[in-house]
């Protein structure tokens, strides 16, 4: 798989996970201005998934989902992190630690593969911002 490819399967599976993640949040919390944060995020996400998507397609490529074990994974976590504690602060503190890992994940393929295309690159950088923007945004709510 080349760079390019690998690079816009990165920003597919990190928005999946985010759109996933995200609508289980927001559907376990009572606080509106932590949920309507989190529903401009998922909407970020969305528009990234459907970007990766697009570009993906246009070079020949399918997208690679997350596996099924991952994506049962996150949902388990999350229902067993929140079950004694819905708080934003505690979910917050739940999605600085994605975008956290989002944001080194991002930085170490950019590294990597310095060399991919230019349109790819550009938004593997938009993502990296929005990852790291992501995590100054849910310190509000700690």
Do not use: P, W
């Not at 890992?101 to 991919?116: C, F, I, P, S, W």
């Amino acid at each position: 798989m080349s760079g390019n490819t690998e690079l816009l399967n990165f920003v597919y599976q990190n928005s999946q996970m985010g759109i996933e993640s995200l609508s289980q949040l927001i559907e376990l919390s009572d606080d509106e201005e932590f949920k309507e944060c989190m529903e401009k995020q998922l909407e970020k996400y969305r528009e990234f998934n459907k970007e990766a998507r697009r570009l993906l397609e246009e070079r020949g490529h399918n997208e690679k989902s997350i596996g099924m074990f991952d994506r049962l994974k996150t949902y388990l976590m999350i229902n067993l992190q929140t079950m004694n504690d819905k708080s934003a602060s505690h979910m917050a503190q739940m999605l600085i630690e994605g975008s956290s890992m989002g944001v080194t994940n991002a930085l170490q393929d950019l590294r990597k593969y310095e060399d991919a295309d230019t349109e790819i690159l550009r938004l593997m950088r938009k993502l990296y911002k929005f990852e790291e923007k992501n995590v100054e945004t849910y310190k509000a709510f700690l």
